[in-house]
């Protein structure tokens, strides 16, 4: 009395009852994708949040007339 299922010789398809949740992969897949792009826009915007629109400051460096190096905002 063995089992005909379970014998070497018989065609067993341990897949043969998996169906994919096609619903759940690709809410899956969109949300995935969403956080990419907010993630990608943060990286790319990032230095005009971290200032919120004010324009660098830019330092320009000029020698004194005794030799040393003073930048615009007064530090030797």
């Known amino acids: 009395m063995s089992d005909s299922r379970l014998s070497p ?3 067993f398809d341990p897949d043969a009852d998996f169906v994919y949740d096609y619903y759940t992969l ?7 994708a ?3 792009v907010f993630l990608s826009v943060l990286l790319l915007a990032g ?8 324009p660098k400051v830019r330092e320009t460096i ?9 930048t615009s905002a007064g530090h030797t």
């Open 9 to 11: 010789g018989a065609d």
């Open 26 to 32: 690709r809410v899956g897949g969109l949300v995935f």
């Open 34 to 36: 969403g956080i990419i």
């Open 47 to 54: 230095n005009k949040l971290t200032n919120c629109g004010k």
């Open 62 to 70: 000029s020698t004194s007339q005794n030799g040393h190096v003073v």
